[in-house]
């Protein structure tokens, strides 16, 4: 028996500006996040303020008790890719914290993740800045292909595309862990790569919602689980960086569904004009 490819799930704008009312509270369950994330706070007391900021939206964690995942966000340090599981770590100036969070609302998924450098700007290893820089510019540079594109294959062209440009040492581009359509569930087809390969993948049509998220790295792309089974971790011991947004295509554009603007004061450097749903 012959199988295809895993079917991918196409929504309506009335779907979709459900997802984008789950982005928002994500959106700002992160900024709240973020904004505590200082010197001496754990990881797990994040975890805390993440999971009180929904319950009181009416929203409900995606990541708890996925496959037994135990926390309600990641929370990824220094060397830390993904999935770094929240807990008693407390965080020092200079760290480099990934956050990687996502929410519910009546079965409609989001997932959006950003990086911080803790302390400020003072606290800050230049290289460290650059690489959360780079990353977070090589999401968006992927957000607008996919606003210019014909197939999710075109995402990875732009974001390899910008990190290749860039002066300096090469950031890595981690290969092992990509992006994914989302809907009624966080992890759905198709996957979207955030690098170059021969592999097209599906074309880019109206109803299809896609998690873009790229994970650079200062050093070796290989990378080890720990025995927690969850934290990925640089085998070199190098930094990374995580960003990602959730994004919608529908019939008049796109649509960054966990950004309040839809994405607009980002893209409008890149030519790129986010539609409303509505």
């Known amino acids: 028996m012959a199988f295809g490819a895993p079917?991918?799930?196409?929504?309506?704008?009335?779907?979709?500006?459900?997802?984008?009312?789950?982005?928002?509270?994500?959106?700002?369950a992160l900024k709240a996040v973020v904004a505590a994330a200082s010197p001496g706070v754990t990881t797990g007391e994040l975890d805390a303020l993440f999971a009180e900021l929904l319950a009181k939206a009416g929203a409900t964690s995606n990541f708890l008790g996925y496959h037994g995942y135990p926390g309600t966000i990641c929370t990824s340090v220094n060397e830390e890719v993904v999935h770094g599981i929240p807990g008693p770590r407390r965080l020092a100036a200079g760290d480099v914290l990934s956050i990687d969070g996502g929410a519910i609302i009546d079965g409609w998924h989001s997932d959006s993740a950003r990086t911080v450098i803790v302390g400020?700007?003072?606290?800050?290893?230049?290289?460290?800045?650059?690489?959360?820089?780079?990353?977070?510019?090589?999401?968006?540079?992927?957000?607008?292909?996919?606003?210019?594109?014909?197939?999710?294959?075109d995402i990875g062209d732009g974001i390899e595309d910008y990190v290749d440009a860039r002066p300096g040492k090469r950031l890595g581009i981690l290969e092992d862990y990509v992006g994914h359509g989302i809907g009624t569930a966080m992890h759905m087809a198709p996957d979207v790569l955030n690098y170059r390969s021969k592999h097209r993948g599906p074309k880019l049509k109206a109803g299809l919602c896609l998690a873009i998220e790229?994970?650079?790295?200062?050093?070796?792309?290989?990378?080890i689980t720990l025995e927690d089974d969850w934290t990925v971790v640089t085998a070199d011991g190098a930094r990374a960086a995580h960003w990602e947004h959730s994004v919608a295509v529908h019939d008049g554009g796109i649509w960054v569904l966990t950004a309040p603007d839809g994405g607009a004061s980002r893209l409008a450097p890149l030519g790129v004009v986010p539609v409303p749903l509505s």
């Open 120 to 153: 400020g700007p003072s606290a800050e290893d230049p290289e460290d800045r650059r690489l959360s820089d780079v990353t977070e510019e090589a999401m968006w540079r992927g957000i607008a292909a996919m606003a210019r594109g014909k197939y999710v294959g």
């Open 214 to 223: 790229p994970m650079l790295v200062r050093g070796g792309l290989d990378t």
């Open 7 to 28: 079917r991918i799930e196409y929504k309506s704008k009335a779907q979709m500006a459900v997802m984008h009312q789950s982005g928002l509270i994500l959106d700002e």
